[in-house]
Every structure is written in C-alpha cells, then in structure tokens.
C-alpha cells in the first residue's frame, strides 16, 4: 500500500488479522518437491496439471516445523510453461493415530505468510483437539513471502522516504479548493504521477507475468494442488480477513473438494469496491471511538477526559498528530516519526484491545515530543525489521488488490469516494479537502482476474462465518452477507477486534474446534462476547 494516509487520498487499508509475530527461515531449509512422483488424490481438472497434482512433497526440518516447496504453474493457461514454488510450512498432529488430515491456514492481507501464521498458532493449539488431530499447514501465496518468484515494486530506502514524506512530497495545497470542498488539482495529478511511477516500478521489478497470475483466482487453484499433494481428499481450512475471499473462491471452483471451511472476519463477495472502502472507513472511525472511550477512563489519557464524545476525541487526536505534517519528531534512532507513520500506528492498535494500551502510550509520548512507539506500532503494520528490511506485504496487497477487484477509473467516482470516506471518518482527516486522484490500480498494465459476484456453491457441505460486531477492517454485515451468499452459519461474536478464531475466547474456540474436528456446525443464532476489560 503507497498510501498517503489522509482521507482525502484514502486507500484500502491492509486487512491481515494481525497474528503475524514470528519469522520462520523456510526459504533457508526447504527442499522441494518432485513433480508427478506421487499420487494425485482426488479430481485433477484437467490432465496437463496431472505432474502438479501428483507431486511428491520433500520435507525438511525448519526448527521445530518441517517445511518445502509447492511447485504450481506460474500461468495456468499454460501448464507446462513457467512455474513458481509456494513456500508451504507443517506442524504435525501430536497424535498421529487420530489424524484427520491436513488444516491449511491463511492470515489475510492479501500479502500475509501463511507459514508464519501457521508456526504461531501451532503454540496456541499443542494441546488442544486441532494440534492433536490435524497437521497444522500454511503456504505462502505465490508472490508473497518465501514464495518464489516474489512481487517486488520498492526497495527499503524508497519506502522509508515515502513514509516520511508522502504527505508533504506534492505542491502547496490550494486553500480556496480546500475551503470550498472541492479537489486540489495540482496536487491530485502530483499524486496520480506517483501512482504511475509505483507501478513502473513494480513492473519492472516483478513483471508483468507474475503481476498478471497473482489474483486470489489463481491463489485457489494452487490450494487444491496443496491439498492434494498433502494427501486430502478433502480440503479443512481456517482463512482470516482477505483469507476468507481466498476461502470462498475455493468453494465455488471446487466445492465437491471442500470437508469444512471456517471464514473469519468476511469480506462481502458481491459488494462494490467503493462501498467496501466506506464501510471500512466508518469501521475504524467506530473503533477509533470505542477505543477512545476507554482511554477517557484510564489516568491522564492523552485525549483528554472527554475523549468518550466522539467529537472531542476526534478534535483532541488530530490535534496531536496534525502538527507532524510541519514537523515530524526526531527519533533517537536517527530516523524522524511523520503524520502518515502516526495514522498507521493508530490504525493499527485498531486490531486488537491489546494493542490500545502501546497506543495510548504512544500518543502520550507523541505529546511529550516523542515518537518511539508511535513508529514501532508504524513499523510493525509496515513490514519493517530492525535491520531496516521491509516484508513484501504491501507489494503484494496491491499487485493482488489490482487484478482482484475493478478498478476506480473515473475521477468522479474517486472523488465521490473521497468526500463519503471524510464524512465517515474524521479522525484520520488530514485537512486537505476530498481528492479525485485515482490510485495505481488505475494504471495497472495487466487486467482484473476477477469481479465481485455472488459465489455459486452448489453442492457446498455447510461452512462457518466468524464475525465481529465492531471488527474495524472487516465490518460485521459484510459477514452477515456472505453468511447468506454461502448459506452458511454465523457465529456473531460481540467486540471490538479484527477476527476471533483461535484467539483465547473459549465460547468461539470451542465452537470452531468442535466443528473443524467433528463437522459440528455451531447453533444457529450463537453469539459470543469477547473479553470487556
């Protein structure tokens, strides 16, 4: 994401459930795979991709995991032309007798690792019914990660001058467009010049192959290779956040192959790209208030004690942070903390209840003349290691968001966007007035490989929804709605955070272990409420 975080330019923000916390070396250890050496289990859709289907997978150690390489074709259109290697990481069932198969996770984004959610939650279910009868699987999509080839569009240094300067790069904005609530021009085309410069770039450092074969459409088609050469007939999977777009698309291209699929924190599937982008907006404003709320309850909250009005706490954060435009704050690190990396580390302590105590911190410090966790919140949302290396996340976010959605071609549809988006979230306003710039995927050189559409799932076994009533990134009823697309079950689940499952709520963890192991789906009308404190 090359956003330049005010609202006026909003872009979608990256949804990757935030369980991303451990880096595991797979690229280092992993050896391969051997294609057509196996058994292909389960339909091959079409007999050129019989090699693929039955390849055999060779497992090596990687630490505690054992991990390889998927080998799949790089365009399936042509299967026996270039191929790409998935990274693909596995924590075995502790209790090998009462194996069911195989649980492939999927964190979101689009750009997380599922390897590295996979090494995390393995921790999480040792000793639980899942950690006992499934092998824990995560891949890492193709382009993303350990994957090879990987989607490479910035190098570190450009995107640490475009966190510091992407919000004063452009031209003096023009006060008379911005009291009259019209769009600064000039400084509209500045930000478009960008877009098409990010995109050359991406281009010319990925190519325009790989750009045009990473869609979540091409996504699903690897996972049903994975669960065969993993030996499944069947296809269990747990998908977080954008992992639940992944999850659904699998479903409709291969529902006779599915045993049980869990989607948490849905994205609509038949929902406008504009509408989605609103909504999200108004979910992190929601949130932004809620947390504001209970910082008005804590000692010396740096809102203020009347930060429970949501106008108040909107007025008092931009107060704090709007001054960062003229002046980012020096870090002792060298580097300087500038508005666009504030907004990220309020975004992101959106996530979790757990992140909004280091978020309070952080603007107290930020009151202070400080920036430190203000950045590492940045830093951490950003991809960016301590060495100064950066994930390719972001990359990946919007070379896969290009050829997965429509894009905003229009001006006016992009400045009606704009104006919606200001409306519904104030707190992340930075002062310039709408915008009619549209983004990169605008100037994408290769097409869409989908389009938001009602799922056909005919045949489908019944599958589960996890929803989060206040979920900022992933707003409750775009559950609801794919609920319904899937004639699925809801589990609604009360709270502010982005998605649930597996997370230590013992109501929602108990209800998907129960029907992940047993294929018991949960009560219909089952709420449950996530931790108040």
């Not at 924590?91 to 959610?117: E, K, Y």
């Not at 992140?355 to 830093?379: I, N, S, T, V, Y």
Request: aromatic residues 6%; contains cysteine.
């Amino acid at each position: 994401m090359s956003a330049r975080s005010g609202l006026g330019r909003w872009r979608p923000l990256v949804i990757l459930v935030a369980l991303l916390a451990l880096v595991v070396p797979v690229a280092a250890c992993g050896t391969g795979s051997t294609l057509g050496a196996g058994t292909a289990v389960g339909p091959v859709p079409d007999p050129q991709l019989q090699r693929f289907y039955a390849q055999r997978l060779d497992w090596s150690r990687c630490g505690k995991f054992d991990c390889t390489y998927l080998e799949v074709p790089l365009d399936y259109s042509k299967p026996t032309g270039k191929t790409a290697r998935l990274a693909v990481l596995r924590s075995r069932a502790s209790q090998p007798d009462r194996r069911i198969g195989s649980l492939v996770v999927n964190p979101g984004g689009p750009g997380g690792a599922g390897t590295q959610l996979a090494a995390r939650l393995a921790g999480q279910i040792r000793n639980t019914p899942l950690g006992e009868r499934f092998d824990l699987v995560g891949f890492d999509p193709r382009g993303i990660g350990a994957s090879e080839p990987l989607i490479k569009c910035r190098t570190a240094r450009e995107r640490d001058d475009d966190r510091l300067y992407r919000d004063t790069d452009g031209p003096p904005a023009d006060d008379a467009a911005v009291a009259a609530g019209e769009p600064d021009r000039a400084r509209d085309a500045h930000f478009e010049e960008d877009s098409k410069q990010d995109v050359a770039k991406c281009v010319e450092r990925s190519g325009a192959d790989l750009l045009a074969n990473v869609g979540t459409r091409d996504v699903a088609r690897d996972m049903d290779v994975l669960r065969s050469a993993l030996g499944d007939a069947k296809l269990t999977y747990l998908g977080y956040s954008y992992g639940t777009r992944l999850g659904y698309t699998y479903a409709e291209a291969f529902p006779q192959n599915v045993r049980a699929l869990v989607l948490d924190g849905a994205l609509d599937p038949d929902q406008d790209p504009v509408e989605e982008n609103v909504a999200q907006a108004a979910a992190f404003q929601q949130a932004f208030e809620v947390f504001a709320a209970w910082c008005a309850q804590q000692p010396n909250c740096p809102l203020g004690a009347a930060a429970a009005d949501p106008k108040a706490a909107t007025a008092a954060y931009r107060a704090l942070v709007l001054p960062l435009l003229k002046k980012p704050v020096a870090l002792e690190d060298g580097r300087k903390l500038a508005y666009g990396d504030a907004q990220i580390a309020a975004v992101k302590a959106m996530y979790s209840k757990e992140l909004w105590g280091p978020l309070r911190q952080g603007l107290d410090e930020l009151a202070g003349g400080k920036g430190e966790m203000l950045m590492r919140l940045a830093d951490d949302y950003d991809g960016r290691s301590a060495d100064g290396s950066y994930s390719s996340m972001h990359d990946a976010l919007l070379a896969v968001r290009c050829v997965d959605d429509k894009a905003i071609t229009d001006p006016a549809v992009a400045l009606e966007q704009s104006k919606r988006t200001l409306a519904v979230a104030p707190f992340q306003d930075i002062g310039e007035g709408p915008s009619a710039a549209r983004d990169e995927c605008a100037f994408w050189p290769v097409p869409p490989t989908s389009q938001a559409h009602q799922p056909n799932v005919a045949g489908l076994p019944q599958v589960v929804v996890v929803s989060t009533t206040g979920d900022p990134a992933t707003p409750y009823e775009a559950g609801v709605e794919l609920a319904k697309s899937l004639n699925a079950r809801l589990l609604s689940v009360q709270g502010t955070q982005h998605a649930a499952s597996l997370e230590g709520n013992q109501c929602v963890d108990e209800a998907v272990t129960r029907y992940l192991t047993d294929l018991q789906v949960p009560p219909d009308g089952i709420r449950c409420t996530l931790d108040p404190s």
